[in-house]
């Protein structure tokens, strides 16, 4: 190759370095400023190619999308004095380039260490001027909101950084005050396990002693009904026995004896003694009975 040839591409290569120093992109998915010598010239560029100075001009990009702090729990203390451990995050993105610039040099970690202040302050504010149970539930959207719009004004103004969101992961207590709670709800749930037993111990006596009750009125109602039974019975046996001695005496009085022998004899090992010539065995010494 001649001279010629080699000039030819040292004049490629010097054009090409030329535009890649001058030529630069930025895409949509970030911001960009273009500085000369350290100094802001251009604080917003679209997307797009663009074409700067070599050596006199840098350009600096930055993430413009929506980027999240995520910060580490914090002990606040409500309007009553109560402490509560607080894990929450913040979404935010760049809003004006130059104030972002001009407050972090363009480092995410600068705008997070200059945010998570200002997050804490906001949230300890919020938390201070309401109770436990606003805090947990009651106002905790109308807390979340209120923060973002306070904040957001702060920051947007000191660090060029849109506040879009501020949210709370979690609310716990502190170690110390949890033990005590857990202590306390301990208590109590024994103190209302107590109370059921004892309940139940005063429902079963009662019931046990509705039951005697009943038991007793039940056998009372059934040795009545059994004695009424009996007794009448017994006065239809009488009217029996007596209409038959007055239709025939002596049939009656056969019959009779022959209950007492029935009775009597029985059993094998008892004793009898009586006068064999006396009206107990009338009719075993003579048919007729007589």
């Known amino acids: 190759m001649g001279n010629k040839g080699m000039g030819v591409l040292a004049t490629i290569g ?13 895409n949509e998915k970030e911001r960009a400023i273009l500085l000369k010598f350290g100094e802001i010239v251009d604080d917003d560029i679209p997307p797009g190619l663009h074409w700067k100075i070599p050596v006199l001009n840098e350009v600096r990009r930055f993430d413009a999308r929506v980027l999240t702090l995520d910060t580490s729990p914090q002990r606040y203390l409500t309007v009553e004095k109560k402490a509560v451990m607080v894990d929450s995050f913040v979404k935010w993105r760049i809003e004006k380039v130059r104030d972002y610039y001009t407050a972090t040099s363009g480092d995410e970690f600068i705008a997070a260490r200059l945010l998570m202040p200002r997050v804490d302050e906001g949230l300890r504010n919020q938390v201070g001027v309401r109770d436990m149970h606003e805090v947990v539930s009651g106002q905790r959207d109308q807390l ?9 004004a702060i920051t947007r103004k000191e660090l060029g950084i849109e506040i879009l969101d501020i949210r709370v992961k979690r609310i716990d207590l502190p170690s110390e005050v949890s033990q005590a709670v857990f202590d306390r709800m301990n208590s109590e749930r024994e103190r209302e396990a107590r109370e ?7 429902l079963a006596e009662g019931i ?8 007793r009125v039940l056998l009372a109602s059934a040795f009545r009904d059994a004695e009424r039974t009996r007794g009448e019975g017994d006065a239809e046996a009488a009217a029996i026995y007596a209409a038959a001695y007055t239709k025939d005496r002596e049939f009656y009085r056969f019959y009779r004896s022959l209950q007492a022998y029935k009775e009597v004899f029985n059993n094998q090992n008892d004793l009898l003694v009586v006068e064999p010539k006396g009206q107990f065995f009338d009719y075993l010494k003579n048919k007729d009975g007589r």
């Open 14 to 26: 010097v054009l090409v370095l030329l535009a890649f120093n001058t030529l630069y992109t930025v």
């Open 144 to 152: 979340m909101s209120d923060l973002t719009l306070s904040l957001n």
């Open 196 to 202: 059921h037993r004892s309940k139940g111990r005063e």
């Open 208 to 215: 046990q002693a509705d039951a005697d009750r009943q038991r």
